[in-house]
């Protein structure tokens, strides 16, 4: 059986809890697993800062965090939530958020599907979904979907139509088909390994992508390419010509 880890990011369990719990039994229909990870039960510290996580490969904050990140390396799929705080995500999944900075510079949840929720009383949905897509997009991983519920919705579970492509894509039933902001953070990303960190570099070349447009095993449309080509070309040539200055 597949699984999947939803990451619960609310101080309680309540609206966008219970929107996770409502996938259950159409993802076991569906024979996959649902396993929530409710980061208000777990210890979790801030970032220092230190970059360690990005020059080493090691984090010398000890808490749970690691444990988290390899359950989601693991699993087949991923559902990524946050109940929308004051316009924006919850404070426990900004603080997980910025535990996963290594995996900007070194993706390493590439193909995974993810579906992203939230929930509000409020507006601002559309605000936190994005800066989701984009978090997740920066990890590597493969969109399928985005759910959201307000005041008037909130008792109205996931359908099965909206989770369609995530189960497909879970059963590698749907092609991947990144949009043109994901080519293009794709392109941003490989610019930094090429010229940033020679740890970074080393990475994108062992899983091949630094010849790549996007990730291996998506279905990137001619103009997407045209356009990550050209974008990345930009953006090699403003980095060589500031490693030049930094070096006169």
Known sequence: MKKVIAISSSGRKKNTYKLIESTRQLLKDA???????????????????????????????????????????????LI????????????????????????YHRPALVGKPILLMTTTAGGYAKDVLTYLNKVSTFWGCRSCGEIFRTVRSWDVGVTEKEL?????????????????????????????????????????????WLDAVYYEGSQVAWYQKLVGQSFFKLLSRGMKNQKKTSKD
């Not at 697993?33 to 210890?43: F, G, P, Q, S, Y």
């Not at 939530?81 to 426990?92: F, L, R």
């Not at 092609?175 to 960190?197: C, G, R």
């Open 31 to 77: 024979e996959i697993e649902l396993e929530i990870v409710h980061l208000a039960d777990l210890n979790i510290r801030d970032c220092r800062g230190c970059d360690a996580c990005i020059l080493t490969d090691k984090c010398p904050v000890k808490d749970e965090v690691t444990d988290v990140l390899n359950r989601m390396q693991e699993a087949d799929g």
């Open 80 to 103: 990524l939530t946050s109940p929308v705080y004051m316009a924006g995500v919850s404070g426990q999944l900004k603080r997980f958020i910025d535990r996963t900075c290594r995996w």
């Open 164 to 208: 369609e492509a995530f189960i497909q894509a879970i059963h590698q039933q749907r092609p991947w088909k990144p949009d043109m902001n994901q080519v293009i953070t794709f392109q941003v990303q490989k610019a930094l390994a090429f010229y940033a960190l020679p740890r970074d570099q080393s990475y994108w070349k062992e899983h091949r």
